[in-house]
């Protein structure tokens, strides 16, 4: 999962260029303004109405009791339905050179973004100037516990299968910081959700909304299955503290991957993880990971559903709830989709962003993929390779060439 090309496309800039916001913030900070007054308890909305414009910078004052309007912030945050909110500095520190030698060793592989943005992901004040705090917020998604185990069943990664997590965590934290601003007058922020170069994971930790897990992902005694997103502002927040490390001597993750891209504790060689290979690589996927992915058709979860702190994992935040039977449909069912109905059922999904053609060539290699022993694999076999036939003339070279190699599997 990678951040979006560009969160800056939909956003105005105002008098002030240090802030951006969305096109109908203003009108849509009406209807909240109310509701934001109960809130946060009222005390400055007035003042709020009469200071006007949200593109300015924060004057620090030191009347305001920054530690009180950090717990208010939280409790906000509660209230939209994030599960945790904390706060750090801007300032990412020793994970900057970690990143620097991952990038190095080409760990990133086609994602060249990450490479090209390096710096401003170093430096928060560099992407958004002015910025010296960093309010992060985590919401669960884990849509239920199933796992898809069926023969013939498609396995798509529980982030994906509700609502694009990058539209819903902006939102809430576009609400959050009207919020503040409702509280304390204009100040200088951005909001983000895997939408710039931030280094959303480092953030998070260093507020104490938990730790790094040897999968690198974001890990707590409440599980991994949280989005992350972030406030840059300027506001003197004063930051929280690092939780203590959970993993110990565990290494279930490392040993649960199927392809090996875990290759070293904290450490993810993105070329061979699944959810770089179906959603982040364009082009083929090479022949030797092939065999590993299985069903997975879209993302991977195999370093979160083996971890023993996602035993405790509640269900999510309902936006997330499986839609269009993404829990629970077929390979075939979702192969034979068209053009159109890929786009039209996948709307406001984080799974549209990949296109057809690709969505084609990861279901043509778990469709190549037959499960180890199922029963009726003779006519899994043939459905399956009547539905691959379907498709061996295909406009796209991608796709043809992926239905080749699984029909050749089926065969042999
Ligand atoms: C690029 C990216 C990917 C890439 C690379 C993943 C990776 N681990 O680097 C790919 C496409 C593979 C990917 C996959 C997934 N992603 Co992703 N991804 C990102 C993104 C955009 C940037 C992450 C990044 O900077 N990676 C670069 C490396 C250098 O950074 P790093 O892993 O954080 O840590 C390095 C150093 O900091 C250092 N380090 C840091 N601390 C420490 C400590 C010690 C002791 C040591 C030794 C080293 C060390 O070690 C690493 C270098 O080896 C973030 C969003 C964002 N803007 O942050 C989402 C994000 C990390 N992804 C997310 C998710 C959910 C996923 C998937 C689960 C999706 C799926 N189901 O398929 C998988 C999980 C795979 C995995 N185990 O990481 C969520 C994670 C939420 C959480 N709970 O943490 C994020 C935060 C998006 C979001 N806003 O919610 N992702
Ligand atoms: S998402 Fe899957 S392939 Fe990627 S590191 Fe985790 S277990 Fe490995
Ligand atoms: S599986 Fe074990 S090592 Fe991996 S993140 Fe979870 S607790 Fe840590």
Redesign the pocket.
């Known amino acids: 999962?990678?951040?979006g090309a560009n969160d800056g496309s939909r956003k105005r800039r105002f008098a002030r260029p240090e802030v951006t916001f969305e096109e109908n913030d203003q009108s849509r900070l009406q209807q909240w303004r109310q509701c934001l007054a109960q809130m946060l308890g009222g005390c400055l909305v007035g003042q709020f109405e009469n200071g006007g414009n949200i593109g300015a910078m924060h004057d620090q004052d030191s009347t305001v009791d920054y530690a009180a309007l950090k717990e208010k912030i939280r409790e906000a945050g509660r209230k939209l339905g994030f599960a945790a909110v904390g706060v750090a500095r801007a300032e990412p520190g020793a994970?900057v050179d970690?990143?620097r030698?991952?990038?190095a060793e080409g760990?990133?592989g086609e994602?060249d973004y990450?490479a090209r943005h390096a710096d401003l992901?170093a430096n928060p004040a560099q992407l958004q100037p002015g910025t010296i705090t960093v309010i992060s917020a985590v919401i669960d998604y884990l849509p239920h516990h199933e796992t898809a185990e069926g023969p013939d069943q498609a396995a798509i990664?529980?982030?994906a299968q509700g609502r694009d997590?990058h539209k819903v965590?902006r939102s809430r934290l576009q609400k959050l910081a009207d919020a503040i601003a409702a509280q304390i007058g204009p100040f200088g922020y951005r909001v983000f959700?895997?939408s710039a170069?931030?280094?959303?994971?480092?953030f998070?930790r260093q507020s104490g909304l938990g730790w790094?897990g040897k999968?690198?992902?974001?890990?707590s005694k409440q599980g991994?299955w949280?989005?992350?997103?972030d406030i840059y502002t300027d506001l003197p927040l004063p930051p929280d503290e690092p939780i203590e490390e959970h993993c110990g001597t565990c290494t279930a993750c490392l040993d649960a991957c199927p392809t090996g891209a875990?290759v070293a504790?904290?450490?993810?060689d993105?070329r061979r993880?699944i959810?770089?290979l179906t959603?982040?690589l364009a082009g083929p996927i090479p022949e030797e990971f092939r065999p590993l992915i299985g069903n997975r058709i879209y993302?991977?979860?195999d370093?979160?559903t083996c971890c023993p702190w996602n035993r405790f994992a509640q269900t999510g935040d309902p936006e997330f709830a499986p839609r269009h039977g993404l829990d629970t449909a077929t390979l075939i069912e979702l192969f034979n989709w068209t053009e159109a109905e890929f786009d039209r059922r996948l709307a406001g999904n984080p799974i549209r962003r990949i296109g057809h053609e690709r969505w084609l060539r990861n279901i043509a290699v778990a469709l190549g993929n037959l499960p180890a022993s199922s029963s009726g694999a003779a006519n899994l076999t043939v459905n399956r390779k009547k539905a691959l036939k379907m498709k061996s003339d295909h406009p796209s070279a991608l796709v043809r060439e992926h239905v080749a190699w699984a029909l050749a599997r089926l065969e042999g």
């Open positions: 999962m990678t951040e994970a970690k990143m030698e991952w990038l760990c990133h994602m990450m992901r990664s529980r982030y997590y965590v959700s895997d170069p931030v280094m959303e994971v480092e998070a790094r999968h690198t992902l974001l890990l991994s949280r989005f992350l997103g875990i504790p904290y450490k993810v993105a993880c959810s770089y959603i982040e993302g991977c979860d370093c979160q």
